[in-house]
C-alpha cells in the first residue's frame, strides 16, 4: 500500500513539474517570436499601364443647302428615296410607286411584292424548285409481300377473227401494279398473235388494292395469265 502511494505521489509531482517548465518556456520566449511576414500589396506603376486617351474625331463634313433658285449643281446629290435633309413645312402625302416602273424593275430581275398600303422590292428573289423525288423500281413478289389484291375486273373481248378461227389458248403477260394499285405497264411473255391486244386492253383496265412490305406499300411486278376459250 505504501509503494503504490509513492508511486502516484512521484508521477503527480512529475506531471506538475512538467508542466511548470512549459510555462515559463512560453513566458521566457514570448519576447523572441519570429516578426510576421509583410502583406503583400499590389502597386500600380504609371510607367506600365496607361490610360485610353479620348480619340480625336475627323470633322463631321455637313451637305451645303441653299435656298438660291440656281444652287441645284453645288448641292450634294441625294437620291429621290432617301430621307430628306431639310425638315418640311408641312406635311405632304405619300407618292405612290409608278407601276411602270415597278414592271420595269420586275422585268430586270427585281421582284416586287405588294403588301398592304406598301411595297416590298426584293433583288434575285426566285422560288426554289420541287424536291425530286427518285421513282421507286418496282420488285418480284416474294414470301415477304402482301401481294395486290384485284378489286376492278375487266374481261378480255374475244377477237372476231379468233373466233372464226376457232382460235384458243393463254397469253401470259408480265404487268407493274404501282403504289396507286394502277397497272403502270404490261408486256408480252408468251404471246397468241390474234388474242395479244385483247389480253393486255382487259389488263391495262384492272385495278389493285397494292402491294404492302413491312406495312407500306410498294410497285411489285406479277404474271398474269389470260385464258382464251370458246366452251
Excluded: C
Excluded at 499601364?49 to 435656298?67: A, G, H, K, S
Excluded at 425638315?87 to 409608278?98: C, D, G, V
Excluded at 411602270?100 to 420586275?106: E, I, K, Q, V
Amino acid at each position: 500500500m505504501t509503494k503504490r502511494f509513492g508511486i502516484a505521489l512521484f508521477s503527480v509531482a512529475s506531471h506538475l513539474t512538467a508542466g511548470i517548465t512549459i510555462l515559463v518556456l512560453s513566458l521566457v520566449s514570448a519576447d523572441t517570436m519570429p516578426a510576421p511576414h509583410r502583406v503583400l500589396a499590389f502597386t500600380f506603376d504609371e510607367r506600365v499601364v496607361q490610360l485610353p486617351r479620348d480619340i480625336e474625331l475627323p470633322p463631321q463634313v455637313r451637305p451645303r443647302t441653299t435656298n438660291a433658285p440656281n444652287a441645284g449643281a453645288s448641292a450634294v446629290p441625294v437620291s429621290a428615296p432617301a430621307a430628306p435633309v431639310i425638315a418640311p413645312r408641312e406635311i405632304q402625302p405619300e407618292t405612290p410607286l409608278n407601276v411602270a416602273t415597278a414592271d420595269a424593275r420586275s422585268s430586270a430581275g427585281v421582284h416586287v411584292v405588294e403588301s398592304g398600303g406598301g411595297i416590298i422590292e426584293g433583288v434575285g428573289v426566285a422560288e426554289l424548285p420541287p424536291p425530286v423525288v427518285p421513282p421507286v423500281t418496282p420488285i418480284r413478289l416474294h414470301s415477304g409481300i402482301v401481294a395486290p389484291r384485284k378489286i376492278h375486273d375487266v374481261t378480255p373481248i374475244y377477237p372476231a377473227t379468233a373466233r372464226t378461227l376457232r382460235l384458243e389458248g393463254m397469253v401470259i403477260l408480265e404487268a407493274v401494279i404501282g403504289v396507286d394499285g394502277r397497272v403502270e405497264s404490261a408486256r408480252v411473255l408468251r404471246s397468241l398473235p390474234l388474242l395479244d391486244e385483247a389480253a393486255l386492253g382487259a389488263v391495262r383496265q384492272w385495278r389493285f388494292a397494292p402491294a404492302r412490305l413491312n406495312n407500306e406499300v410498294v410497285p411489285v411486278v406479277m404474271t398474269v395469265t389470260i385464258n382464251f376459250s370458246l366452251h
